[in-house]
């Protein structure tokens, strides 16, 4: 009895040795380890919740238990993605949305033999980014799927897929990262202070890509914005659409920026590339800038939410280290005194509209125009 429970304890022990890098979100853990000790793992699982807490590389780190044997070489294919059977779907084109014949791909592979592993594994990121069509397309392959394979779908929005299409997987629901998770990520990555790290945790909204992007703030973002939330009003209407222009100027060169850097770092595998081949690299490059281009859009509303945020801790009169924007401590102070004829709550709803505005496709021009008019900037 004492072996047995000794071998069960050591398989435990080994297999959290693959999520023992990921922070937050425990009960998944064990319970993707109690489906895999009990070899009762489903074939369709849906990994739903708030973006940057951790679902893909949860996904990965499976994928790594279902893929390898634990010998370093191919745990290294894994995390690298070049697993023959490890296939990953990402969002294409300029709309960042899943393609026809991706996922047509993907009901042709999910039937073939694994090349190397004893299962395949599909992750479909974004999953909520798949059309209608492909989406009942593949509901035959998710209701039937082949009994070596495993697929697991990614969202942070499992209300935009179709429901025949969740009914058919099990669900797992992510939750938002403890702050004592998230500060010593931000140290650590980031080098920052503990009172730097404590302030970025509190304004990440319990997400590790949210805290990265905050940390990798463009430059532009303080020069520009800073001095206008600090103010809290345009001198005239032109001054208004004068930041407006530069904003969408620095995004626009942040998108080109991105694209290069992709080009650059696919140029070597270019030369061996099919005609073919080439037109699907040119859509997962479009479709990878849109999604840059959509967080970095996330990332300048947050960024002035958070001056919102620091408003309402200096009311309060809350721990000055909390504060996000402590550079700008003497700015806040003089907002703070004068009074902000909106609530936090008003400026969150107006924010949200925004973001709403942006996954309609309005133009980033005009729906930062409208947010800076219902912001009482002018």
């Not at 059309?131 to 998710?142: D, E, H, Q, R, V």
């Not at 001056?307 to 009311?315: F, G, H, I, K």
Request: charged residues 25%; contains cysteine.
């Amino acid at each position: 009895m004492r072996v047995k429970l000794s071998a069960v304890y050591s398989v435990t022990m080994m297999l959290e040795t693959y999520f023992s890098h990921l922070h937050g979100n425990d009960p998944i853990k064990h319970y993707l380890i109690k489906m895999i000790k009990k070899n009762a793992i489903s074939q369709s699982l849906l990994f739903a919740g708030p973006e940057g807490v951790g679902k893909s590389l949860f996904a990965k780190a499976f994928a790594e238990i279902l893929l390898t044997d634990g010998s370093s070489d191919q745990r290294e294919q894994v995390k690298a993605e070049t697993h023959p059977d490890l296939h990953i779907y990402q969002p294409e084109g300029k709309l960042g949305m899943h393609s026809i014949d991706a996922m047509r791909q993907l009901t042709e592979e999910i039937y073939l033999v694994p090349y190397q592993a004893k299962r395949k594994v599909f992750i479909i990121h974004e999953a909520e980014r798949m059309l209608p069509y492909s989406a009942n397309a593949l509901l035959k392959t998710f209701e039937e799927p082949a009994l070596d394979s495993v697929i697991i779908l990614l969202t942070s929005l499992p209300e935009n897929l179709l429901p025949t299409l969740r009914s058919r997987f099990q669900t797992l629901y992510f939750q938002q990262v403890e702050t004592s998770h998230l500060i010593p990520f931000v140290q650590e990555r980031f080098q920052k202070t503990e009172a730097e790290a404590q302030a970025i945790a509190a304004s990440s909204k319990g997400s590790f890509a949210q805290a990265t992007r905050l940390c990798s703030q463009k430059s532009y973002y303080p020069d520009i914005l800073l001095p206008l939330l600090a103010a809290g009003r345009f001198s005239s209407y032109g001054a208004l659409l004068e930041t407006v222009r530069q904003l969408t100027e620095q995004l626009e060169q942040s998108k080109k920026q991105a694209e290069e850097e992709m080009r650059q770092e696919l140029s070597s595998h270019l030369e061996n590339l099919t005609a073919i081949q080439r037109e699907s690299l040119e859509k997962e490059i479009e479709g990878f800038v849109s999604v840059q281009t959509n967080r970095e859009t996330t990332h300048l509303l947050d960024f002035i939410l958070s001056w919102y945020r620091d408003l309402e801790l200096m009311r309060v009169k809350a721990d000055p280290n909390f504060l996000f924007h402590k550079e700008a401590y003497k700015q806040l102070e003089q907002s703070a005194q004068q009074g902000n004829r909106l609530s936090l709550e008003q400026v969150q709803t107006a924010i949200n509209e925004a973001r709403k505005a942006l996954e309609r496709s309005s133009s980033i021009g005009i729906t930062l125009e409208n947010l800076f008019l219902k912001l009482h900037f002018y």
